[in-house]
C-alpha cells in the first residue's frame, strides 16, 4: 500500500532521520506466491514505494537498491526466477524518470550456501564505490550487465572478418560481419583456412601503426588484419587460366585476410604444397619468398661461403638459415639469448647475442679477420655499420630493412668495395608481379619433400583470435603464431512447414497480421490468430488475402491471459489442425503514464498479456515439439523508456521466459523491437511520445526490414535480442545525466564522440574528495587485471611490482592505453616501468595527472624523465622482423629502468 510506505517514511522524517538509503527485498518473498500475487508484491510494492518516497522526501531522494535472487540469466542452461524479473525492467524506467534515486538492481545468488552469504554479497554491494547499477552475483563473483552489438553467427551466409572497434587495446577486436567481393578480371576469391599474424597486427591494434598506416584506413573501424594466409580458390574471375576452383593457396601480402574469405589478384595465388596443412603453409609465404630473393638472387650465396643472418630465430631468419644450410653456407646467426638452443638444435655452430653490437667482433674472431660473404641486415641504426663491419673484402651486404636504412651512395662511401641491395617485398611485386610466383615455384620442389620445412608455429582458433593476439604480444615464441580458421557451415534454418499449424498470440493486431503474412509467404497453411474482439476492416481484408494463398486461417477470440481459454485453443489445434509447430507471442496492450501518477489497475492490464498470457502459452505448450517459442517483447525492458514502467516490467518477463525456456532445452526467443513504422501500438502513440522517440535517436522499423530481422533470428540461437535502428550518440545525449551508462560501454566506445567523455571520469569528479583515491586504486587494479587476462583485480597487492605478475611490455602499451582513454588524459609510454606498482601508479595520477582535488597526504613524489617509446617507431613499411627487433630492443632498454 502506497499509503504504508508513506507513513513509515513520515515517521521517519518526523524523528529528523536521514535516509541513506532504501533496499527493496519484497522480491525475495515471491517464490512461493501465485504470479499474480507475486507481480503485487515485487512490482506493486516498488511503485508504492517510489510515490511515497518521492512524495514524502520530494528533493531529498536517497540511493535505492531492487534486490532479486536468481531473476538474471547469468549463464545459459541455468533456470531463473521469471517471477522476479519484471523488477529490473521497472528499475530501468525508474533509473530514467527518477535519476535521483541512483536506481541500483541487484540480484543475489539463488544458490548461496546461506543467508549470511547473500547478506553478505548484498552489503558489499551497497558500498560498491563504483558506477554499476545493474549487478549479479553468482559463486561469490559479481557480474555487470553490458549490451552487446549482436553479431550473427559465422555462416555461409554471413561470414566474418576481423575488424577493431577502437585503437589502444586488444579488446577492441572484433569479429564483424564480412562483405563478400566478387573476383573480377584477373582475380580469384580464396576462402581462408588458416593465416600467419605478423607483429604488425598487434602493434596495428594498439595504435602504434597509425601514422604509417594512415594512406590505407582513415580512422580504427577500417583497419583490417592479416597479411598472409593459406585458403582454398572458390572464385576465378575472367583471364586467370592457372587457376580453379578447388585448389589449395597460399596468399602473400593479402592485407585483410584474417577474414573468412579474400579477393586477391591471381598472381599473388601460389599453390600450396599439399603435404602441408593450412596451417603450416600460413607460415610460408613472406619470409620464404624473401629470404630466397635476398639470398639466393640478389646476394648469389655459393656452397661454402659464410652468411650472417641478423634475427636468426624470426621469421624470415628462420627461412634464410634453412635456405642457406641448404645451400651448404656457413650460417653466422644473431639472436636473443633465450633462442639460442633452438637455433642449435637446428645445426647452427655460429650463434650471437643481438642484443648487443659484440657480434662484430665475434664473427671477425671466428672468421681469423676475413669476415663473412654475405649479411641478411634487418637491424638498424649503429647495427648497420658494425654489421659491414663483419663484411669479406667485395662481400654483398642485403638489407632487408625500411627504417633509417643506408642509402646506396652512403653505402658506397662506406665500403666501395660492397655490394649493397635494398630489397622490398611490397615494391618487388609492384614492380614484377610475376617474379612471386616464379620465386615460389622455385621453392616449390623443397618444401613438399620437406627439404625445407615449415616455421615452428602455435595455432589458434578463429574464436581465440583475442588471445592468438595477447600470445604473440607477449613475444616469447619462435616463429609463427597461426589463427585457424574452419570452412563456414550453411546457417541452420528453421523450417517454416506447409503440414504444422502456427499460433499467433495479437495475431489480428498491427505486427500479428505482418506476421501472419510473413509466415504465409514462408510457407505456412495452418494459422491460428488469437484475440479478444473479433477482427477489425482490415484484419479481415487481411485475413481475405491470407486465404487466397491457400492460408486456413482460423481466428480465435480468447483471452491470452485467461489459462483455460489458452487451454481450449490448444486442445482444438490438437484435435482439429496439424501439430503446433511455432508460437509467436504479439498480445499486448499499452497503459503509459509516469510512475508517480500510475495506478496499479494500470499496472495489472499491461501485465497481464504478457506476464499471465506468457505464462500459459509456456505451460501449455511445454510438451510439444516447438520449432520456436516467439515473444514480441520491447526494447522498453531493454533501454527503459519514461512512462512505460508497466510495459517494461511485462516485456522484461517476456525476455525471462525465453532464457528460462531455454535453460530447460525449450525453443525461445524474445525480441525487444524498436518502434515500428506506419501501423500498431507505437504508431498510435501520441505525436508527442513518436516526437520523443525521435529525438532520442530512435527511428522506426520498416515492415519489410522486420521481417528480415525476424527471419534470420528465428534461424541464430540466440535467448533474447534487441532490434531497434538507433543512433546512440544521440541516444545518450538525451539521457538524465548526459554520461556515459556503464551498461552500454560496449556500444558508445564505438560512436568517436562518445568516447570523448569517460565514465570513470565523471565518476570520479563526482565522487566525494575524501573516496577518489580508493575509487581510483580499484580502477588501476582492475585495468591491470583484464590487461592480465584475469577476471578480479582486487588481488592485485599495493606493493607488488606489476611485472612480477606476468605484465609483459606490450601489455603495459595496453594498459597505458586504457588508462588514457579513462582518464582523458595522455600518459607515458614508460609509465608502468616509472611507476610499476599500484600504490605508485596511484600517488603519481592523484598527484600529477588528475587534475581534480585527492584528499591524501602522499608525499610529492618526483616527475620522473620520461622517454618517449613512440619515437622509437619512426618506421615506414617496416618488416616485421625489423618491429619485432625494435620493440624487443626498445622495451629491453626500458626494462632495464625496472631494476
Ligand atoms: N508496434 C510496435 O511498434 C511495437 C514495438 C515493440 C514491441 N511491440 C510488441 O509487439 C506486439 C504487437 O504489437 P502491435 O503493434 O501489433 O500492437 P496492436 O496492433 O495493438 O496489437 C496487439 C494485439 O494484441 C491483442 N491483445 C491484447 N491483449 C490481449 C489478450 N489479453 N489476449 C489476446 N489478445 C490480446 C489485441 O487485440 P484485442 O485487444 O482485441 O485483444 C491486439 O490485436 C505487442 O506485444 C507489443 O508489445 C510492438
Redesign the pocket.
Known sequence: QKESFQQLLQKIVEKGVTLQGVVHLWSLLSDSQQLNQAQELVCGSTLHLIQALTEVLASQLPPLWLVTQGAQCIAAQTTINVQQSPLWGLGRVIALEHPELKCHRVDLDPNHASIAEGVEMLLQELFAPDAEDQVAYRQGERHVARLERFVPQASEEYPQQLRLRAYGTLDNLVLQPQQRRQPERGEVEIQVRAVGLNFRDVLTALGMMQEYTQHLFDSAEQVVFGGECAGVVVAVGSDVEHLQVGDEVVLALAIGCLAHYMTIPAELALPKPQNLSFEAAATLPTAFITAHYGLNYLANLQPGERVLIHSAAGGVGQAAVQLAQRRGAEVFATASLPKWKFLQQQGVEQIMDSRTLEFAEQVKAATEDLGVDVVLNSFNEEYIPYSFQTLAHGGRFIEIGKINIWSQSKAKEHRPDAKYEVFDLVEMVREQPELIAQLWSELGTELRTGQLQPLPHQVFELGQVQEAFRYLQQAKHIGKVVVAIPPLKEQKKVEIQAQGSYLV????????L?VSKWLADKGARHLVL????SPSAEAQTAIAQLEDLGVKVSVQL????CSEQVSQIMQRIEGELPSLRGVI??????DDGVLQNMSWQQFVKVM???VE?TWHLHQLTKDLPLDFFVC?????SLLGNPGQGN?AAA?EFMDAIAHYRRGMGLPGLSI?????AS??????LAGQHQQRLESSGIS??EPQQGMQALGSLLSESPSQVGVLPINWSKFVSQLPSGQKIPFLEALISIEPSLTQKSAFKAQLEAAAISERQELLTIHIRSAIAKALGWRDGQKIGMRQPLFDLGLDSLMAVELKNRLESSLETNLSSTLLFDYPTVEVLVEYLANDVIPIEFSSNLDEIENLEQEEIDNTFRFQEISEDEMANLLARKLESLEGKKS
Request: charged content about 10%; glycine content about 20%; aromatic content about 8%.
Open positions: 498470440t495479437g495475431g489480428l493486431g498491427a505486427l500479428g505482418e488469437m484475440g479478444r474482439s480468447a483471452d491470452v491471459s507471442h504479439a498480445a499486448g496492450v499499452l497481464l498479456p504478457k498470457g514480441f517483447s520491447s526494447m522498453s510495459y516485456n525487444n523491437w524498436g518502434a515500428w501501423s500498431g501500438m507505437a504508431a498510435s522506426a522499423i
